[in-house]
Structure formats: structure tokens, C-alpha cells
């Protein structure tokens, strides 16, 4: 069945670059998404890749998919505490109506 | 400014009691969505409207119903036969195949 896998944890250095990954099943999904989950809070689109893409940069975010290998990665660049959150990763579903089906997220904190 | 408003932020339920949570939008989307979230879980979808009176089920429907007598509203109700309510539900609405915008959430906790 569809499923995306993540990388429960990151911890970086402010300043530092971030990098987290995502493994999917879908070979058919048109779309990719990143999405950011503050303490609380609902969650928030960063950014997106279409499958046709393999790289797409969005000022200090950078995301690469690797369609062969089913792996897609959000770079956050000069990474900050405000950027510490859940970093969930989705892919639409090949059952149509634009069902997204997300991994379980990545915790990133950023320490001084 | 448009967006997504769910409400109540925090709501309790006891038990054998049926609760109602509301998700407003005015982004003039047609498609709406709810999910569950649980601690160190993705977002599980519960049930999505493409339409104005037409909903379906998703991935985990049981013990919840929704209506979508309007464009803008798609409420949840978490029935008594809901026996693991306890979550945080976020609502969602799209335009087409656009991307999913969220809501805030609401936390509910049962009593």
C-alpha cells in the first residue's frame, strides 16, 4: 500500500544547514509537499515539487526528488530556532481526490 | 484575510457524549477535509467533501459523521461509538488540485 517514511528527529546547529529526508511508495504522485507543524499550531505548506521536477528552491529551502530512488529531502539552509517544528513530508494519493498521505514527521530542534 | 477557522481551540467530551467540531473557511474552496493526529503520527485522513451535499469516507470514518450543507462549512461530530477520541483534528480545505491549507486544530480530550 501508499506509504511515507521519515526520520523521526534532527538536531542542528543554528546557523548550520538541515537536511531532512523522505522515502514514499507512490511511483504515480504528481505532487510532493513539505509541510511545517509549530507547537499547537495546524500545519502550514512550505513548499511543493512536481514529479516532473528534481530540484526546487524557494529562498533558504531547497528540495530534491530523486524519482528512481522514491526520495525526496527538504534543505533548510542557515537553519534558526525558529525554524524548530515537525517537518511532515506528503505524497498525493494514486486514489484521486486529492488525498494526501503523510509520513509520521520529522522533530527538528536547532540548539545555540 | 481568508482562511481556515476551526473551533472550539480545546473541548472535552464525557463519556456516551456526542461533540461537534466546526471548520469555517473563506477561501471559496470546494474541496474540505478532516484528519486525526495522534502523538508521533502523521495525519490520518477521517472524511474529505469534493462538493457541496457529497462527502465520503476515508482512511478511519468509523465513529465520526460530517455534513457539508454549505460551501464554506464541513463540521465533525465524534460519536459516542468514537471509543479513542482523544486527538488533535485539523481540518483542511483545496481549490481543485491545489495544495491542502489547514486550520489551527482542535485538541479534544475526554473527561
Known amino acids: 500500500g501508499e506509504d511515507v517514511e521519515q526520520s523521526l528527529f534532527l538536531s542542528v546547529r543554528e546557523g548550520d544547514s538541515s537536511v531532512i529526508n523522505c522515502t514514499y511508495t507512490?511511483?504515480?504522485?504528481?505532487?510532493l509537499y513539505w509541510y511545517k507543524q509549530e507547537p499547537g499550531a495546524g500545519l502550514q505548506l512550505l513548499t511543493y515539487i512536481f514529479s516532473n521536477m528534481d530540484m526546487k528552491q524557494d529562498q533558504r529551502l531547497t528540495v530534491l526528488l530523486n524519482k528512481k530512488d522514491k526520495h525526496l529531502s527538504l534543505r533548510i539552509a542557515d537553519t534558526q530556532t525558529g525554524d524548530s517544528a515537525i517537518y511532515f513530508c506528503?505524497?498525493?494519493?494514486?486514489?484521486?481526490?486529492?488525498?494526501?498521505?503523510f509520513g509520521a514527521g520529522t522533530r527538528l530542534a536547532v540548539h545555540p | 484575510d481568508g482562511g481556515i477557522t476551526q473551533s472550539p481551540k480545546y473541548l472535552f467530551r464525557k463519556e456516551g457524549q456526542n461533540v461537534t467540531l466546526s471548520c469555517e473557511q473563506n477561501l471559496n474552496h470546494d474541496a474540505m477535509y478532516w484528519y486525526r493526529q495522534d502523538p508521533g503520527q502523521g495525519l490520518r485522513l477521517i472524511y474529505y467533501?469534493?462538493?457541496?451535499?457529497?462527502?465520503q469516507k476515508g482512511d478511519i470514518a468509523e465513529g465520526y459523521s460530517v455534513s457539508r450543507e454549505k460551501k464554506e462549512s464541513f463540521p465533525l461530530t465524534v460519536t459516542s461509538a468514537q471509543k479513542n477520541p482523544t486527538a488533535f483534528y485539523l481540518c483542511?480545505?483545496?481549490?481543485?488540485?491545489?495544495?491542502?491549507?489547514f486550520g489551527d486544530g482542535t485538541r479534544l480530550s475526554i473527561l
Open positions: 483542511a480545505s483545496s481549490a481543485g488540485g491545489q495544495p491542502q491549507h
Open positions: 507512490d511511483s504515480s504522485s504528481t505532487y
Open positions: 506528503a505524497e498525493i494519493s494514486s486514489g484521486g481526490y486529492n488525498k494526501l498521505i
Open positions: 467533501s469534493q462538493i457541496v451535499n457529497d462527502f
